[in-house]
């Protein structure tokens, strides 16, 4: 079975590094992009960013870029989203997701199952 | 970036009926040498991460129901449900992958009326 499996929730100070994870199965991992978005308490679905796990070229939303960093690990099946200094503002569900066709621009066919992160003083 | 707009941000359907979603985006998504609109559909049911119901603007995904349809091209798609049922009841987005940054619609909550 083709899958993404997220890291668990997660409770932050102000000010605090993360760096979450999400692992593929059932596929060859390296061939395929990997995305992260953003949904706000209440809101829409933001895109953030992609990676090339193949070869780690990534491509950030403006909006994204300079706030958070994305890689993968291709030996372990593993994509990452990271920030060095939370806000509160980062307070969100992250999902990261599959695109589905190899080395182009597609949709999104497989998404994880979020990863909750809170930041609170 | 590339905005998509959706109409309407709410709409309430009675059960049986045919539900319409309409996305326009800032700019075309149409890639003239693939003839392919770089257009999907999304749906997100609460407290679950978002299903891909619709790619290439029209492909409906694997396991979809045939209720679900997409048409459009260039700047101007629409998502329709022929024939709505309970368990649509949920969040449509609409995303363009034409061109980074991947943008999606604000997306349109549909109920029940």
């Known amino acids: 079975e083709v899958q993404l499996v997220q890291s668990g929730a997660e409770v932050k100070k102000p000010g605090e590094s993360l760096k979450i994870s999400c692992k593929g199965s059932?596929?060859?991992?390296?061939?395929?992009?990997i995305g992260w978005v953003r949904q706000m308490p209440g809101k829409g679905l933001e895109w953030m960013g992609i990676?090339?796990?193949?070869?780690?070229?990534?491509r950030y939303s403006p909006s994204f870029q300079g706030q958070v960093t994305i890689s993968a690990d291709k030996s372990i099946s593993t994509a990452y989203l990271q920030w060095s200094s939370l806000k509160a503002s980062d307070t969100a569900m992250y999902y990261c997701?599959?695109?589905?066709?190899?080395?182009?621009?597609?949709?999104?066919?497989?998404w994880g199952q979020g990863t909750m992160v809170t930041v609170s003083s | 970036d590339i905005v998509m707009t959706q109409s309407p941000d709410s709409l309430a359907v009675s059960l049986g009926e045919r539900a319409t979603i309409n996305c326009k985006s800032s700019?075309?998504?149409?890639?003239?040498?693939?003839?392919?609109?770089?257009l999907a559909w999304y749906q997100q049911k609460p407290g679950q991460p978002p299903k891909l119901l619709i790619y290439?603007?029209?492909t409906r995904e694997s396991g979809v129901p045939d209720r679900f349809s997409g048409s459009g091209s260039g700047t101007d798609f629409t998502l329709t449900i022929s024939s709505l049922q309970a368990e649509d009841v949920a969040v449509y987005y609409c995303?363009?992958?034409?061109?980074?940054?991947?943008?999606f619609g604000q997306g349109t909550k549909l109920e029940i009326k």
């Open positions: 997701a599959r695109q589905g066709i190899t080395a182009a621009p597609s949709a999104f066919d497989i």
């Open positions: 990676i090339y796990p193949g070869d780690s070229d990534t």
């Open positions: 059932g596929y060859s991992f390296t061939n395929y992009w």
């Open positions: 700019q075309s998504v149409l890639y003239s040498s693939t003839n392919k609109n770089y």
């Open positions: 995303q363009q992958y034409y061109i980074t940054p991947h943008t």
């Open positions: 290439w603007a029209s």
